[in-house]
């Protein structure tokens, strides 16, 4: 499949994944991104969130790192292949650099398309 910034029908989906040993599900799909970029800061707070969920006060970075792949959740957008955001580009740097409190970085839930749908109801 050929990569590109056009949004496929129904716009772009990211799926959720939770990193749990014991979670057997193939993980949640989010729909309606409009755009690429959208799709994409939508899973890297996703991401960034639960890396700092994942984080205790003295935490090494590879603590936050080991916790993360054991309790976190991952986010991928769906065929954008090297085009679309991906946790292995960031995820080093996550968990050797803390968000800031009420960071931003972490606000997935202004980007979800299913708030912005449920807002149109």
């Known amino acids: 499949m ?3 910034i056009f949004a496929p029908a129904g716009g772009w989906m990211v799926r959720l994944v939770d990193l ?3 979670n ?3 993980g949640e799909e989010v729909r309606g991104f409009t755009t690429l970029m959208h799709a994409n800061a ?18 090494s970075p590879r603590d936050v ?3 993360w792949h054991a309790f976190g959740e991952d986010a991928e957008v769906i ?7 991906s946790s292995a580009a ?6 050797a650099n ?15 398309p299913r708030r912005l749908a449920d807002a149109d109801d």
């Open 98 to 112: 803390p968000a800031p409190p009420g960071s931003e970085e972490r606000d997935w839930r202004s980007l979800d």
């Open 42 to 59: 939508f899973a890297r707070a996703y991401v960034r969130d639960s890396v700092e969920r994942c984080r205790w006060p003295g935490a």
């Open 65 to 67: 790192t080991a916790a």
């Open 90 to 95: 960031e995820l080093a740097f996550f968990a």
């Open 20 to 22: 749990s040993g014991g």
């Open 2 to 4: 050929m990569e590109s």
């Open 79 to 85: 065929g954008a292949g090297d085009l679309g955001w």
């Open 24 to 26: 057997k599900c193939e």
